[in-house]
C-alpha cells in the first residue's frame, strides 16, 4: 500500500495534470444584461464553447446527468469500483462492451488527455482521475465536463448545444431537454438530434426511463417528457447586436462572457423596428440607434446599421462611431451655454434677417426669414441666422472648449479652427458622443461618458447648469401626440447626407442618425421628415402612455417674468412707451440680459435712444435750432435688419421724426447705406519708406446720420459727428476689425492687416 501511494505521487510529480493548463479557449461570447447571448465568435479552431458553471445549469439537466452517467459522483474519489467490476463482468459474459464503468471525473480526464480504448489507456485514464480528484474539488472537475463534453460537429459544453439544438439557455431545460443533453456526449456524432433526430429520441428515452427506475423523476414527469418529440433543427448563433459585438470582442475574457447592459429584448424589437423602417428610404440609406438610460448612463439599445448583412446598405459600417457632420443638433448647448454667460434669456430678441458676419453669409434650411425672433422660437424652427448672431456673441473658440470640456467629440478639418458655421454643422462629431451630451437635458447638466459594460464606472462631466438645462429641455418640449415629456432636436447637414433626431425624456436619451454611410446626397430628405417619424415611433415603444413621468419642476434658479421687445428688460422696468412688445420669459438667476445688440457692433449704450426736441412742435433740434424749450424724449430702437417685419410706426424713421423748422442746417436724412470710405476690405497695410512707426489710417464714412461710433476689434474708440475727420495710429502689427455705426443704427465694418515696412 505504501509503495503504491509513493508510486502514484511519484506519478503524480513527473507528470501532473491541469484543469487550468488544459482548458481550451472558449468562444467569444457578448451578452445582454440578462445574461442573454448576443453573438458568439467561435474560437481559433472553429469551435463553439459557451462558458458556463454550475449554478448557471438547470437542476434538471444535473440530475439526468449524473444518474445516467455516475450516480455516486458525490462520494467516489475519481474510480468506482462498483462499476468498473460490473462493466468487466458484462464484457466476460457478452464479449464486448456492455458499459464503461468510467465516472465523470474519468470522462473529464479523458477530455483533458484522449486516449485509445485499451486496457493500457483504461488504466491511465484512472490514473489521471485519481490526479484530478487529489487537486480539485468535485464542483470544479464538474464544471469542466460542463464546458466541454463533446455534442457533435464544433459544439462543445452543454451551454453550446442548448442554445444551437433547442434555442435557449440550459438553465431554461425541460425534463425531456435535460435527458437529451445528458446522453448526447455519450455518442455525438450518431445521436445528434439535428441529423438523427429518431435516434437522439431513442437514446433520450432510455435516460427518462431509468430516471423512473430510480425514483428521481415522478412517473407524470417521465410521462410528460416522453412525450415531446426531438426536431431535426440547428439554430444558428445568435447575432444581435452585430456591430456593438464587433467593436467590443476583444474585450471579452477566454473563459467568462462579457456582460453588456444592453436590454434584450429592447435590442431585438428596435432592431425589428430599424429593418421594417428602413425599406421606406432609398437605396444605400443605413441608420444608426442609441438608447442610453439616463439615470445610470447606460446603453440599452445599439443598432450601428439598418441591416447587417446588406452590403447594398454598407450593412458592416457602424455608424454609431462614424464621424459626421451634425447640422443643427448642437443648437440647444449654444443657447444653454449663452443662458449661463447671461447673455440671454428664453425670450430674448434675435434677428432672423440677411446679415453677413466675417465674410459668413447664413442661410436658413427653408430659405426665408422671419424677422426679429425670440431665442425659444429660434431654437424650436431651428432657424440659422439667429443661432449665428448668439455665436458670434459668446464666440466660437468659447462655444467649442466648453463642449469638448464636457466630453463631446469634435474635429475640425485639417489646419481649421472654431469659426461661426461651427453651429451649422460645420464641424465632425459621432452619434455616440451626441446621445452622450444631450443626457444633460435630463441630468441637470451633467453628462457623462456612455457606460457599455455593467463593471463599468459611471463618469460625469460638467456642460451646463441646473437651470439652463431645465430651460432648454422645457424649449425643446415641442408638441408631439400622446407625449408630454419628449424633448426633441432635428437637424441635416450641408448637402442632406445626414439626417438627425435626437429626444430626451426622463427615462432615456434616443439618438436616430440616418443617411448614406458613403456621404451621397440624399435630396430631398431632412432630419424632421427622415429621422423623427422613426424616433417617435421608437418613443412609442419605450414609453407607453399610461407609463409617462410627470415633467420634473424647474430648479429655484429659474423664474418667469414678462419682459419687453425691443429692449429685452422686464416689463415693470419698462416704461410702457419704449415697450413695444410684451413676452413671458423664463429667466436664470433672475438675470434679465438686454438685448443682444446688432450684428458688426458692440454698441449696448445706444438703446433706447435720448433725443433732444422741440418741446412745443415735438420735432427734433441740435445746438444750430433756434427752439425755445427744448426737451428730451426716449425712443426704443428695433434692430435695423428686421424693419421689413415691424409695424411702419416703430419704424427708426417713424419713431425719431424730422427735425424742427427753427433749425438752420438740418441735418438731411440719408436712406442710403453706412460705408467706410477709403480703406478695403481685406487690405494689408503697411509704413511707407523706412518710416518706423505704423501706418495712420483716415476714419471717413457716408451715409452716416447723427453721430458716429467707431470701434476697433470691438472696442469703442471714437464718438464724433460724421463731419469730423478722424485719424488713427496703429500701435501693433496683427488683424483688426474696423467697425463704425451711426445713430439710425446702421452699421458697416471691414477687416484689415497691418503689416510692418519692408
Known amino acids: 500500500m505504501i509503495v503504491s501511494g509513493v508510486s502514484f505521487l511519484f506519478f503524480d510529480v513527473l507528470s501532473p495534470i491541469s484543469l487550468q493548463s488544459s482548458q481550451q479557449q472558449y468562444a467569444q461570447i457578448i451578452v445582454a444584461e440578462d445574461g442573454t447571448p448576443l453573438r458568439a465568435f ?104 460542463l464546458n466541454h463534453a463533446p455534442f457533435g460537429g464544433t459544439l462543445e459544453g452543454v451551454q453550446a448545444a442548448s442554445y444551437v439544438y433547442l434555442g435557449k439557455s440550459a438553465h431554461e431545460l425541460t425534463y425531456a431537454e435535460a435527458a437529451l443533453l445528458a446522453v448526447l456526449p455519450q455518442a455525438p456524432s450518431r445521436n445528434r438530434p439535428d441529423r438523427h433526430p429518431e435516434k437522439a429520441q431513442f437514446a433520450r428515452d432510455k435516460v427518462i426511463k431509468r430516471l423512473e427506475d430510480y425514483d428521481v423523476w415522478t412517473p407524470k414527469q417521465v410521462q410528460e417528457a416522453l412525450i415531446e418529440t426531438v426536431y431535426a433543427q440547428r439554430n444558428k448563433p445568435p447575432v444581435i447586436a452585430p456591430l456593438f459585438a464587433r467593436r467590443f470582442r476583444q474585450l471579452a475574457p477566454n473563459n467568462q462572457p462579457l456582460v453588456t447592459t444592453l436590454d434584450y429584448e429592447m435590442q431585438q424589437g428596435l432592431e425589428d423596428l430599424v429593418s421594417s423602417y428602413i425599406k421606406r428610404l432609398p437605396s444605400k440609406t443605413s441608420a444608426a440607434i442609441l438608447v442610453v438610460d439616463n439615470k445610470t448612463l447606460a446603453v440599452k439599445t445599439y443598432i450601428g446599421s439598418a441591416d447587417f448583412s446588406n452590403n447594398e446598405r454598407f450593412g458592416h459600417v457602424d455608424m454609431i462611431k462614424a464621424l459626421r457632420s451634425p447640422g443643427s443638433t448642437l443648437k440647444p448647448f449654444l443657447y444653454g451655454l449663452a443662458l449661463d454667460e447671461g447673455l440671454i434669456h428664453s425670450e430674448s430678441l434675435l434677428t432672423d434677417a440677411p446679415i453677413t458676419l466675417e465674410g459668413y453669409r447664413p442661410k436658413n434650411f427653408s430659405r426665408g426669414f422671419i424677422g426679429p425672433v425670440s431665442v425659444s422660437n429660434a431654437l424650436k424652427r431651428s432657424l440659422n441666422v439667429p443661432a449665428i448672431q448668439v455665436l458670434y456673441h459668446l464666440s466660437a473658440e468659447k462655444f467649442v472648449s466648453q463642449l469638448k470640456n464636457s466630453g463631446l467629440k469634435l474635429q475640425f478639418d485639417y489646419h481649421a479652427k472654431p469659426n461661426l458655421s461651427v453651429i451649422l454643422g460645420g464641424i465632425g462629431t459621432t452619434l455616440e458622443s451626441l446621445v452622450a451630451t ?33 430651460i432648454i429641455r422645457q424649449l425643446l418640449q415641442n408638441e408631439h401626440q400622446n407625449n408630454n415629456q419628449l424633448a426633441w432636436k432635428t437637424g441635416t447637414s ?178 442710403g447705406e453706412l460705408k467706410i470710405e477709403g480703406l478695403d476690405n481685406l487690405a494689408k497695410l503697411r509704413s511707407a519708406g523706412a518710416a518706423k512707426n505704423l501706418p495712420t489710417v483716415k476714419l471717413e464714412t457716408t451715409g452716416a446720420q447723427g453721430i458716429v461710433y467707431w470701434f476697433i476689434n470691438g472696442k469703442l474708440l471714437y464718438k464724433v459727428h460724421p463731419e469730423k475727420h478722424l485719424k488713427h495710429q496703429f500701435q501693433k502689427t496683427g488683424r483688426y476689425q474696423i467697425a463704425v455705426s451711426d445713430e439710425m443704427g446702421k452699421t458697416a465694418s471691414i477687416r484689415i492687416e497691418v503689416l510692418k515696412g519692408e
Open 494 to 671: 450641408y448637402g442632406h447626407r445626414d439626417f438627425w433626431s435626437i429626444g430626451v425624456t426622463n427615462e432615456y436619451t434616443i439618438g436616430v442618425w440616418l443617411g448614406r454611410p458613403d456621404g451621397t446626397s440624399t435630396a430631398g430628405h431632412y432630419g424632421a421628415r427622415t429621422a423623427s417619424p422613426l424616433l417617435f415611433e421608437i418613443v412609442e415603444r419605450l414609453l407607453p402612455q399610461h407609463t409617462y413621468s410627470p415633467p420634473k419642476k424647474h430648479p429655484k434658479s429659474v423664474t418667469q417674468d414678462f419682459i419687453c421687445w425691443p429692449l429685452g428688460s422686464l416689463q415693470s422696468a419698462t416704461p410702457p412707451e419704449l415697450c413695444h412688445e410684451k413676452k413671458q420669459a423664463w429667466l436664470l438667476n433672475q438675470t434679465v440680459p438686454k438685448t443682444l445688440p446688432e450684428v458688426n457692433t458692440s454698441r449696448w449704450e445706444t438703446n433706447p435712444v435720448s433725443l433732444l426736441i422741440n418741446a412745443e412742435t415735438g420735432r427734433l433740434v441740435d445746438r444750430s435750432c433756434q427752439a425755445k424749450k427744448i426737451a428730451r424724449k426716449r425712443v426704443a430702437l428695433w434692430p435695423l435688419e428686421v424693419e421689413p417685419w415691424i409695424p411702419p410706426n416703430q419704424h427708426r424713421r417713424q419713431q425719431i421724426g424730422t427735425y424742427d423748422l427753427s433749425c438752420e442746417h438740418p441735418p438731411q436724412f440719408k436712406q
Open 438 to 470: 444631450y443626457t444633460a437635458l435630463a441630468n441637470e447638466g451633467v453628462t457623462g461618458q456612455l457606460r457599455f459594460f455593467k463593471q463599468q464606472p459611471k463618469q460625469s462631466r460638467y456642460l451646463l447648469s441646473k437651470g439652463s438645462a431645465w
Open 42 to 145: 467561435a474560437d481559433k479552431n472553429g469551435i463553439w464553447r459557451y462558458p458556463i458553471t454550475l449554478k448557471q445549469v438547470s437542476s434538471l439537466y444535473i440530475e439526468a446527468l449524473l444518474n445516467y452517467e455516475d450516480r455516486y459522483f458525490w462520494q467516489h474519489f475519481g474510480i468506482n469500483p462498483l462499476a468498473l467490476i460490473r462493466a468487466s463482468f458484462q464484457y466476460l459474459q457478452h464479449g464486448k462492451i456492455i458499459s464503461g464503468g468510467s465516472t465523470l471525473t474519468m470522462q473529464v480526464a479523458r477530455l483533458i488527455i484522449p486516449r485509445k480504448r485499451t486496457l493500457f489507456g483504461k488504466c491511465l485514464q484512472m490514473l489521471r482521475a485519481l490526479q484530478l480528484e487529489w487537486h480539485y474539488s468535485k464542483t470544479e472537475i464538474l464544471n469542466y465536463y
